[in-house]
């Protein structure tokens, strides 16, 4: 067997190992509930003051729903519970659908040179995380997404899909995930003209998809192969992309190119995004048959033991242990030091322990994966 991949004297500690950091995160997100606020409300991390930063408590709560939902922490809240909780998320949504943190200011923050743009990256993504946490709580309840119908109309699609900067593929792959994932959530919510209308974007999503995609690696604005960095950035970028084919169960071109590279990569720590964007596309690529299962296997077993040596004492996650943290495209807003536990990182190195711990042990934990496409999500 590959060197790091489990046998039976380490599964037992390593399994043991995921168990005990489970039930210390659980503990965690627990321990953040915010003062006041309805049960399931969150500060973001310790240094969090809801009194000075109450917008802040919006992707505090979100990821720690998902996270909790995530490894089996959420089931003692029921009922009235979810309901007050849905409530307090939906406070937080405008009339056209969009969420926002009401402390962003247009001259605090920053994405795109284009202030329109700038602001539909942040909402997108704010959006997304807060309507995978609201469809937690009650699956069935209707999203409004009045924002999302623009990009129904293939030509205003075609549009901006020629719009995208492809010199930052991670930023475009969120936007283009997260677009991608609301228009899947209006085909499961809405009437037959929205699933007909739905279709067409796909296919014209799809078709922007084929004619860019890079034989060489599978990934989308790859540029020069010789850069590292922007390598690393499309794989990022990418594998948030390739949750289009996996929700709608296409063969993904050239994944066994994005598998080779993701192997190529040293199974050791790096931040929570990239963590667990390789972890994702390994974890996929074994299931669609692009990845050889003895090398995945001993890669994630040394990730994952990699991963739990990074838990913090108090039962959560840091992303990086150096510099500032700030919400994504927010430059002068809230900030804290990084190295911390907060809710955005714990959750996202659960995604990853529970990706590569079904892989290792088929079944023996019963993970909530997220049922949108996005951060989070895993193919049934």
Not at 10 to 15: T, Y
Not at 169 to 182: D, M, T
Not at 263 to 288: Q, R, T, Y
Request: glycine share 10%; net charge neutral.
């Amino acid at each position: 067997m590959n060197e790091g991949a489990p046998n039976r004297t380490n599964e037992s500690v390593l399994a043991a190992r995921v168990e005990t950091a489970r039930a210390a995160s659980a503990a965690w997100l627990a321990s953040m509930q915010a003062p006041g606020a309805p049960r399931g409300v969150l500060r973001i991390s310790p240094a969090h003051d809801p009194a000075r930063w109450p917008g802040v408590q919006l992707p505090g709560t979100y990821n720690g729903i998902m996270c909790a939902d995530l490894i089996g922490a959420l089931d003692g809240l029921v009922g009235d519970g979810r309901g007050a909780l849905t409530a307090w998320l939906e406070g937080f949504r405008r009339a056209d659908g969009v969420f926002r943190i009401p402390e962003m200011r247009a001259d605090e923050v920053f994405k795109k040179p284009d202030p329109v743009e700038t602001w539909r990256y942040i909402d997108f993504h704010v959006t997304n995380y807060a309507l995978g946490a609201v469809e937690v709580l009650d699956p069935a309840r209707r999203p409004v997404l009045e924002f999302v119908r623009p990009f129904l109309d293939p030509t205003t699609l075609s549009a901006w899909l020629a719009g995208r900067d492809m010199r930052d593929p991670w930023q475009e792959g969120n936007n283009i995930v997260n677009l991608g994932g609301f228009l899947l959530i209006l085909e499961r919510h809405g009437d037959a003209a929205d699933r007909a209308a739905v279709a067409r974007a796909l296919d014209v999503l799809f078709d922007w998809h084929d004619r860019n995609q890079e034989p060489a690696t599978g990934f989308w604005g790859v540029g020069q192969l010789s850069d590292p960095t922007r390598l690393l950035h499309a794989m990022a970028g990418s594998m948030h992309n390739y949750h289009l084919w996996y929700a709608r169960g296409r063969k993904l071109p050239y994944h066994d190119k994005a598998v080779a590279y993701c192997l190529s990569l040293p199974p050791v720590v790096d931040s929570a995004c990239i963590d667990v964007d390789i972890v994702d596309v390994l974890v996929h690529g074994l299931k669609a048959g692009a990845a050889p299962a003895e090398p995945v296997r001993a890669w994630l077993a040394r990730i994952l033991a990699a991963i739990l040596d990074e838990q913090n004492p108090d039962g959560g996650f840091a992303d990086v242990r150096t510099g500032e943290r700030r919400q994504d495209g927010w430059v002068r807003g809230y900030v804290e030091p990084q190295g911390i536990s907060n809710a955005f990182a714990t959750w996202f190195r659960w995604i990853a322990i529970a990706m590569a711990a079904d892989v290792l042990w088929p079944g023996r934990w019963n993970w909530r994966f997220r049922r949108s496409i996005g951060i989070g999500y895993r193919q049934p």
